[in-house]
């Protein structure tokens, strides 16, 4: 009996949807795998069992144990210093076609070192050497960091550069725009005020903010980014400078009779009244100063934290019209009528030093960056994009590490070094006043013995033994301190040597 044909058994087969799709490019790191089968699931490679049958051993026998020293010649190994070590994979499976760190230009890492490692270390304990050898490693280390980081800074520092013969000078800020780039160029604004003028401007600490105080007494505060105005006033008084304070929410405002404070909002909040007829100030910011400059040659030092006074030096050269900065050392550099140039540290009543820049007055000063002022912000130090409870915190932080004004000096390096003047000076003055040496070591006592073992002679031999190991200590350490003293001390008893078996022969 004939069956009627069924549809579709004729048909050639479906490809299968895992065929038909296409293979996965293979990267230059992965290993060449095979194919897998279609339906199957990959997973890990199953260990193959033998199903072969292993022979029996019968029962109540031993097997010898197989020694564990072994006939071959031993070999040397290798120190694990010596041997290659094997790449590295990752989960993937890929290796890492460059391992180890990233190299660093060695002029690239010696321009963060602050140490000259051509000059030889001070022949000193070998405790002290071991030391500073550790804190030279530690710089080195920290040098190539900051170099190897400096690779990830996007922004360059510009410049201006002339034709030749072109003077700069006349180059109009119109010209600069039209050959930057647009990002640089969106930054450029300008601003019309000629009716109360002339001005004097600040930038906050983040770059984001300006002040400006007009010599009729218009103040103002705005966002140059955004043009957003935060207050515009006018104290109906001449303004002779203007700065902002740790934050751009304070601003001091020296006017025409005394110093004021300002908010953000133009309320005043202080008079300070003590700081009159001021003509110039600086902030220090890490140590949280307001420096002033008056009519009257006194350079004062308010501390903004309390409020507090701590030092008004007079400098006896009359009017200070020309104040600045180190931010390096936060020396305060003032310019006189005179020519010269006095810096001064609240901490000293004399100038730290004096310099003779010119015959006649000098009329203004400026210190160098010292690597300040790059075009890449440290968002962690100053964050021109912080919120409002960003800048609290971190208000509060500069507050725990602010640095005492008694540290302000000429080097700052000079304040890890120990000052052994001062040292033996209070060592001598704690003497007088107690009448002895707390920090003397007590004379040795030895302790006595049994079985006739602390006997007089004992004792005395016990002291003596003591004594001469102390003895040996200190004449040990005048060696090693004082190498040069007896290398000088040896030429002349040689060269008299000599001079003497010349006089005999």
């Given at each position: ?118 000059k030889k270390l001070p022949y000193s304990k070998s405790k002290t050497r071991s030391r500073l050898e550790v804190a030279e490693a530690q710089e080195e280390e920290i040098s ?362």
């Amino acid at each position: 009996m004939e069956t009627a044909p069924q549809p579709g058994r004729d048909l050639p087969p479906k490809k299968d949807k895992l065929q038909a799709k296409k293979k996965k490019p293979r990267r230059y790191w992965e290993e060449e795998t095979t194919p897998i089968a279609a339906g199957a699931s990959p997973g890990p490679p199953r260990k193959k069992r033998n199903r072969e049958l292993r022979p029996q051993r019968p029962k109540n026998t031993r097997t010898p144990k197989k020694s564990r020293i072994s006939n071959k010649p031993q070999v040397p190994k290798k120190s694990l210093e010596w041997r290659n070590p094997e790449p590295q994979q990752i989960l993937s499976g890929a290796q890492d076609p460059f391992p180890g760190p990233a190299p660093v230009p060695v002029e690239m890492a010696q321009k963060f070192r602050r140490t000259d490692k051509s000059k030889k270390l001070p022949y000193s304990k070998s405790k002290t050497r071991s030391r500073l050898e550790v804190a030279e490693a530690q710089e080195e280390e920290i040098s190539v960091k900051a170099a190897r980081s400096e690779l990830l800074l996007a922004e360059e520092p510009g410049f201006l550069e002339g034709e030749d013969g072109e003077d700069t000078a006349k180059i109009l800020q119109t010209d600069i725009v039209e050959a930057v780039d647009i990002a640089s160029a969106a930054k450029h604004f300008d601003l019309n005020l000629r009716q109360f003028g002339p001005y004097r401007l600040n930038y906050s600490r983040t770059g984001r903010h300006l002040a400006l105080g007009g010599r009729r007494g218009h103040v103002a505060t705005f966002d140059w980014v955004t043009k957003k105005l935060m207050c515009e006033i006018n104290v109906m008084e001449a303004v002779r400078d203007i700065r902002f304070l740790h934050s751009e929410a304070l601003l001091a405002v020296a006017q025409n009779r005394w110093l004021h404070i300002y908010d953000n909002q133009g309320i005043e909040l202080h008079c300070l009244r003590r700081c009159d007829r001021v003509t110039r100030l600086e902030f220090l910011p890490f140590h949280f100063l307001l420096a002033t400059a008056s009519e009257t040659g006194f350079l004062t030092y308010l501390d903004v934290s309390v409020g507090k006074i701590i030092a008004a030096l007079n400098a006896r050269a009359g009017r200070l019209d020309v104040m600045t900065q180190n931010p390096h050392n936060a020396v305060i550099h003032l310019g006189h009528s005179n020519g010269t140039v006095s810096l001064w540290s609240p901490a000293v009543k004399e100038p730290l030093a004096k310099i003779l820049c010119h015959r006649g007055g000098v009329r203004a000063v400026a210190v160098d960056s010292t690597g300040a002022a790059e075009p890449n912000f440290d968002g962690l130090e100053s964050n021109p994009y912080r919120s409002r409870k960003q800048r609290q915190e971190w208000e509060v932080k500069a507050l725990l590490e602010k640095v005492p004004a008694e540290l302000i000096c000429l080097d700052p390096r000079a304040l890890a070094e120990v000052d052994v003047i001062s040292l033996e000076q209070e060592k001598k003055e704690r003497m007088e006043r107690l009448g002895y040496d707390p920090e003397a070591k007590a004379p040795f006592q030895p302790k006595p013995k049994q079985k006739g073992r602390s006997s007089s002679a004992s004792l005395v031999k016990r002291k003596k033994k003591v004594m001469d190991e102390e003895h040996r200590d200190k004449v040990r350490q005048c060696l090693e301190q004082q190498p040069q003293k007896q290398e000088k001390a040896v030429k002349p008893l040689g060269a008299r040597s000599s001079a003497l078996d010349r006089f005999v022969r």
